[in-house]
């Protein structure tokens, strides 16, 4: 086994190829991880340890991954204080109509990815729209934190700015969404939010890993010393803990999954979020029906569904969109978040194994922060510098426990 990266190109300061890297992980992180770094040519061989093959087409059913809303909402998750994780999810953001670009030719017959372009913020009573008004002012006034990537080539799009996020009237959100109820005291929308389906997701990034020659080992990895690779990717989401003593915990969340019936009235056109009796609450579109999420506990690692925790949910929901009645309630499933004690991953190379490189601990914006945390590994790889919003994201913030 091995560090060395390989020697650099005299003229673009690049290394060759890792030899071997080893992604240990294979739900969204691990195999995004695993495509680009195929793709980009960093490897010449490419491994993803990942036990679970339980969902469709060999995907892992028990990653958080599989569960998850699928919004990209970095200007809705936006909080004062939170700076450097606003950063890391705008720059994210702007890398994801690239991928999808890239992705296009893996999406297996039938719904698209993509499922929602934008996103409407409600509060319902006073208190909450005090609160959603700072929030969306403070993201409003954030700079720009891609300034200077294009000039790292980090590859990061321009274009997504606080420009598409505005304060609506209550007659322009009827007009956006007229099936939600009239109880917003306060709404935005921003333009270019939205969400992806995870489980298409998911398959997608399968395919397109099988194409670029990633192969999997269908075992758990015990101690990351086994694993005979020249770097080793760790992705293993809330099982990195115990992997490389990093600060992961589970966070549990519970979601709904709702199908349309004939007769049902439309569900929202984009993601609809919004506070109800003070609880977060998610309406998010899927080809033919929608989520609803989230619920929040810190219960370590279980996954069980609870009668309150769907009940809050339908209940918090029906407030919003009153049409939800006549949905089937199709599936109800709880996920683990792998949360970090900043709510910032844990990305790029270890501080002190030279092997290894962090891709964990994204808490609730994994798939959101997919595309940047593939960038940031595939840079590194590549001895190149990475995307700047990932440096306030460096593993070594952190004391290992
Ligand atoms: C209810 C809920 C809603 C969410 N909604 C959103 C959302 O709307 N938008 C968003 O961006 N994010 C959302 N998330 C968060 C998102 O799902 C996670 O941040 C993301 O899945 C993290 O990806 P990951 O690949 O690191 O971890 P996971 O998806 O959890 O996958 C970890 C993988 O590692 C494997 N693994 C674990 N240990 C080992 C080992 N020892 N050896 C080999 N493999 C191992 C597991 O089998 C698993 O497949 C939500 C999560 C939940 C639970």
Not at 72 to 86: I, K, R, Y
Not at 123 to 141: G, K, P, Y
Not at 308 to 315: E, P, Q, T
């Amino acid at each position: 086994m091995t560090a060395d990266p390989g020697p650099a190109d005299p003229r673009t300061g690049a290394r060759s190829a890792a030899r071997r890297v080893s992604v240990v992980g294979g739900s969204v992180i691990g195999l995004a991880c695993a495509w680009e770094v195929a793709r980009a040519g960093a490897a010449d061989e490419v491994v993803v340890h990942e036990p679970d093959d339980s969902g469709p087409g060999g995907v892992p059913a028990s990653a958080a991954a599989w569960v998850a809303g699928g919004m990209l909402a970095p200007f809705s998750e936006a909080w004062p204080g939170e700076e450097a994780v606003f950063a890391l999810g705008v720059d994210s953001l702007r890398r994801w109509p690239e991928m999808l670009r890239a992705l296009e030719p893996h999406v297996p017959p039938g719904p698209p990815v993509r499922t929602a372009a934008h996103t409407h913020m409600l509060a319902v009573d006073e208190a909450d729209a005090r609160d959603l008004d700072m929030a969306m002012d403070w993201a409003a006034r954030q700079p720009d934190p891609t300034v200077g990537a294009t000039r790292s080539g980090s590859g990061s799009a321009p274009g997504i700015t606080a420009a598409d996020l505005r304060r609506v009237t209550r007659r322009e959100l009827r007009e956006a969404e007229p099936s939600l109820a009239r109880v917003a005291r306060a709404a935005y929308r921003m333009d270019s939010e939205g969400a992806v389906d995870n489980r298409v997701l998911l398959a997608a990034l399968t395919r397109a890993c099988v194409a670029e020659g990633v192969t999997w080992v269908r075992s758990a990895v015990s101690s990351l010393d086994h694993v005979d690779a020249d770097h080793v990717v760790l992705a293993a989401g809330t099982g990195s803990a115990a992997l490389a003593g990093l600060p992961v915990r589970p966070v549990k969340g519970e979601v709904l999954r709702l199908r349309a019936r004939p007769g049902c009235e439309d569900p929202p056109r984009g993601v609809v979020r919004a506070f109800v009796r003070g609880r977060p609450l998610y309406l998010v579109p899927r080809e033919g029906g929608l989520v609803v999420g989230a619920t929040q506990y810190e219960h370590g690692d279980d996954r069980q569904v609870t009668v309150a925790g769907v009940r809050d949910l339908l209940a918090d929901a029906e407030t919003v969109f009153p049409g939800i009645g006549e949905f089937e309630l199709a599936e109800t499933i709880a996920g683990l978040r792998p949360m970090s004690p900043d709510n910032l991953p844990f990305l790029g190379p270890d501080p002190t194994d030279p092997r290894l490189v962090h891709a964990t601990g994204h808490g609730r914006n994994g798939i959101a922060l997919t595309p940047v945390t593939a960038a940031t590994v595939v840079a590194h790889l590549q001895g190149r510098p990475g995307p700047p919003a990932a440096l306030a994201a460096s593993p070594d913030r952190v004391r290992r426990g």
